[in-house]
């Protein structure tokens, strides 16, 4: 399993970013899939989850309406699509695999995790 993140920089607060997750080694429409981020001296924590076929989206309240998780299977890819950004959205982005059957957002229920990729929101 192999998953690499992209998309990653600086950006101005209100300004827009969208990463994405290239995913290959399993077959990507048989697993949901997650975003995380871990900010400097904070504890990694979940942004959202996408179901295998992308029909079904959760995320966390800090960043409802702001972020957007959707998926290509076809080019076993998932992206975020991040806006109207914040200085507090500074973190590195991960995204994981979830193990089959879990729908939730806790660490422990995804298995396989990418390298993360760095966002920076600053002026």
């Known amino acids: 399993v192999q998953l690499v993140e992209s998309g990653g920089g600086l950006v101005q607060p209100g300004g827009s970013l969208r990463l994405s997750c290239a995913a290959s080694?399993?077959?990507?429409?048989?697993?949901?899939m997650g975003w995380f981020r871990q900010a400097p001296g904070k504890e990694r924590e979940f942004v959202g989850r996408?179901?295998?076929?992308?029909?079904?989206?959760n995320y966390a309240d800090s960043v409802k309406g702001r972020l957007t998780i959707s998926r290509d299977n076809a080019k076993n890819t998932m992206y975020l699509q991040m806006n109207s950004l914040k200085p507090e959205d500074t973190a590195v982005y991960y995204c994981?695999?979830?193990?089959?059957?879990?729908?939730?957002?806790?660490?422990?229920?995804?298995?396989?995790w990418g390298q993360g990729t760095q966002v920076t929101v600053s002026s």
């Open positions: 994981a695999v979830q193990t089959p059957l879990l729908t939730g957002s806790s660490m422990s229920e995804y298995e396989y």
């Open positions: 080694g399993f077959i990507f429409s048989r697993f949901a």
């Open positions: 996408i179901s295998r076929g992308g029909s079904s989206t």
